[in-house]
């Protein structure tokens, strides 16, 4: 750009100027050269979707064209209806489903708002309780009487319908068919009687038992050895005591004798054991039996 500048101003000085009134260095002079003109870039658009979109760069004009995005206008889609909570005056376009209403959105309240594209927290509902001035309880917050909420009574129950007829008897089976005729039977042959079997001779007799064997004789049991005869007396170097006083005779209610009870006489020796009687003589033995006639 400043070669350009210094080009023209070369120019000038030769008598040559840019008479373009577009340019930035536009001169009059007697000898006209557009070559020498110099101009601003020209930024523009470019997005098919934008209302200044620049499909096409003009030529031949010396311009430089550079694209911006920053260039680019949109046409502006808003709500322009002055009623909805969302207007919007400075769009370009009006659209009616970017509207919004707010309102009540419950069927069953009593300020309920058709057009009312979102719930606003605005619904009332009816307050039911006693509407008579003469009652007691009456109220005039209340807004509908509670006899409105009488239940209603219930339908009356159909007639009874009457009981099915019962079932037609089932027929009686018919006769079983009668059996066909059995053909005359002719008599079997008759068969010699079966022989008897002979009987068996007896089994022969066993032979009688053989009588137990005696057991051994015992052996005599041993003799005791003989009682061996009592130590002799040896003499006491002490005098012998005198024989204790023999105590009072004891009566019913009286106090017993002081001292230890007197010593009770040894029991008596038990016998010497008898020898056991020698066992009788054992019997003989008997023959061996016969053996059996054969």
């Not at 030529?59 to 260039?71: C, P, S």
Request: glycine share 4%; hydrophobic share 20%; proline share 35%.
């Amino acid at each position: 750009m400043r070669t350009l500048l210094l080009a023209a101003a070369a120019a000038v000085a030769a008598g040559q100027s840019c008479q373009d009134t577009t340019a930035e260095n536009f001169a009059t002079s007697n000898i006209r050269d557009d070559s020498l003109c110099a101009y601003e870039p020209v930024y523009y658009c470019a997005d098919s979707s934008a209302t200044n979109y620049l499909a096409s760069i003009p030529t031949g004009t010396g311009k430089d064209y550079f694209a911006r995005v920053w260039m680019c206008e949109y046409t502006l889609t808003a709500c322009m209806d002055s009623t909805a909570d969302n207007y919007f005056p400075q769009g370009d376009l009006h659209d009616q489903s970017k509207c919004s209403f707010g309102g009540c959105t419950n069927p069953d309240a009593i300020n309920y708002d058709s057009s009312a594209t979102y719930h606003d927290g605005s619904c009332q509902y009816d307050k039911v309780g006693c509407t008579d001035p003469n009652a007691a309880n009456y109220n005039s917050a209340f807004t509908v009487s509670c006899q409105a909420f009488t239940p209603p009574s219930p339908p009356p129950s159909p007639p009874a319908s009457p009981p099915p007829p019962p079932p037609p008897s089932p027929s009686p089976p018919p006769p079983p068919p009668s059996p066909p005729p059995s053909p005359p039977t002719s008599p079997a042959p008759s068969s010699p009687p079966p022989s008897l079997p002979q009987p068996s001779p007896p089994p022969p007799s066993p032979p009688p038992p053989s009588p137990p064997p005696f057991p051994p004789p015992s052996p005599p049991p041993p003799t005791p050895p003989p009682p061996s005869p009592p130590p002799p007396d040896t003499p006491s170097p002490f005098p012998p005591s005198p024989p204790p006083f023999p105590p009072p005779p004891w009566s019913p209610g009286a106090m017993p004798p002081f001292g230890p009870p007197p010593p009770s006489p040894p029991p008596p020796s038990p016998p010497p054991p008898s020898a056991p009687p020698s066992p009788p003589p054992s019997p003989p033995p008997l023959p061996p039996p016969s053996p059996p006639p054969s």
